[in-house]
């Protein structure tokens, strides 16, 4: 089983400032099925990136993902008020097709 | 477009089962791999299991096996996710989730809050 581990646990930063987070895999993820999410209270998750650095369709281009094997990173270039929220990695390449436990993006 | 429908909360005690359904619009279900993932009141995302398409079978977390079902009725485009022996830690808002084109998770149901609760 791959176990994904997310950091940093909450990331404290102004609209306007560039966010880089975390996603390491405990194994290789194969072919970079590696996938991050957004999620807002109340809501389903969304999903922003697939296959490491794919962006999904309607995903502004300041989010980016980058990585292979099992390093990867989300980063968004300038937030905007709405990106403050919960982010989740995730790998699908392989079963059981875990979580990371979610990184935190709050307003400083 | 792809459209996932779920059935509304419940309430169960413990011990009890619950089903939740998940209906498909705008695609048959045919076409889409079916998962189940699960998020505990201020928790993370946990995934239950799905239809892995190159084994053509489901696959359930190891975590649940024995205790939850995955099944789908495709003359109703509708899936299935039935957990039983329900325990107080089971409470949680409950998504189906499939991709399109992708083998990640960009369709979403809206989640189904189940309760367990005496």
């Known amino acids: 089983e791959i176990v994904l581990t997310q950091s940093p646990g909450t990331l404290s930063l102004s609209p306007g400032e560039r966010a880089t987070l975390s996603c390491r895999a405990s194994?290789?993820?194969?072919?970079?099925?590696l996938a991050w999410y957004q999620q807002k209270p109340g809501q389903a998750p969304r999903l922003l990136i697939y296959?490491?650095?794919s962006r999904a369709t309607g995903i502004p281009d300041r989010f980016s993902g980058s990585g292979s094997g099992t390093d990867f990173t989300l980063t968004i270039s300038r937030l905007e008020p709405e990106d403050f929220a919960v982010y989740y990695c995730?790998?699908?390449?392989?079963?059981?097709?875990?979580f990371g436990q979610g990184t935190k993006v709050e307003i400083k | 477009q792809v459209q996932l429908v779920q059935s509304g909360a419940e309430v169960k005690k413990p011990g009890a089962s619950v089903k939740v359904s998940c209906k498909v619009s705008?695609?048959?279900?045919?076409?889409?791999?079916m998962h189940w993932v699960r998020q505990a009141p201020g928790k993370g995302l946990e995934w239950m299991g799905g239809?892995?398409?190159?084994?053509?079978?489901?696959i359930y977390a190891q975590k649940f096996q024995g205790r939850v079902t995955m099944t789908e009725d495709t003359s109703t485009d509708t899936a299935y996710m039935e957990l039983s022996s329900l325990r107080s830690e089971d409470t949680a808002v409950y998504y189906c989730?499939?991709?399109?084109?992708?083998?990640?998770?960009?369709?979403w149901g809206q989640g189904t809050m189940v309760t367990v609760s005496s």
């Open positions: 239809f892995d398409p190159e084994d053509g079978e489901t």
């Open positions: 989730a499939t991709g399109l084109g992708v083998r990640a998770f960009d369709i």
């Open positions: 194994q290789s993820v194969s072919s970079s099925y």
């Open positions: 296959g490491a650095s």
């Open positions: 705008g695609y048959t279900l045919t076409e889409l791999s």
């Open positions: 995730q790998q699908y390449g392989s079963s059981p097709r875990g």
